[in-house]
């Protein structure tokens, strides 16, 4: 976004050039989930896009929405409000993943805006993104010019079994490469005890519904049909948690 800095302006003149000058952005085309907060952290404005895909029912924002009526709500409104003031105190921008009560989970990049004229910050834009699980071998497979192999198997369908809960569970952890030992006390960990033997045995009813005979098959099969992409709900908790990890290639 480039704005006219020839002229000086207050910081609530600022503010209202930049959310005129996003209005233009993201109604010709660009079609992202944005919004602009102002320095108390209200929201001043939401693309068309936030508008349509994440307004609740009742037309309230549901990202940070300070009027959540609900204990959970509250305690994500919280959160939201605690990374805001960061963003406010640091004046650097953050990522972070959430969670929402509608089970939808995204990556949240928030940055200060800052009035040039005054250096004070007057606000926050953020741009929300959907969370990806990305099948990093088929990435590298199509990097290397591969076009064999398990990782080009994945098929773009919806899910083909209605698996259980626990089923759920156990098969995000296994294709994700635990053990069964790892699993059980993974399991365990999170409230859902669980010993590594009974593991086994969901696994083995798994091969059954997956029509196949091996767990090798099983991870074959289940990631064709993109199992691998559903991270079950008990696991997750609503609410926004800011992200750290970065991948790093060795020379």
Known sequence: MVLNMSKTRTDEEFLDLYCSCADVVFNNGENEV????????EFRYLSPEYRNKLLSPDGTVIIDNSAAPTDIQKHATEQALKQDQQIRETLKGKSFLYVDVYDRIGIIRKRPIINPATGNFVGIAGVIKPFALPNILSMIYKMNGINFGLANKVQKQPLKYDLTERQNMILFLYLNKYSNTEISEIMTILGHKISKTRVNDY???????FHVKTKEQLIEKAISLNYHLLIPRKFLKVGSYELEDEVIIPE
């Open 34 to 41: 944005a919004f602009i907060k102002d320095k108390d952290f």
């Open 203 to 209: 696994l083995e009813n798994l091969k059954y519904i």
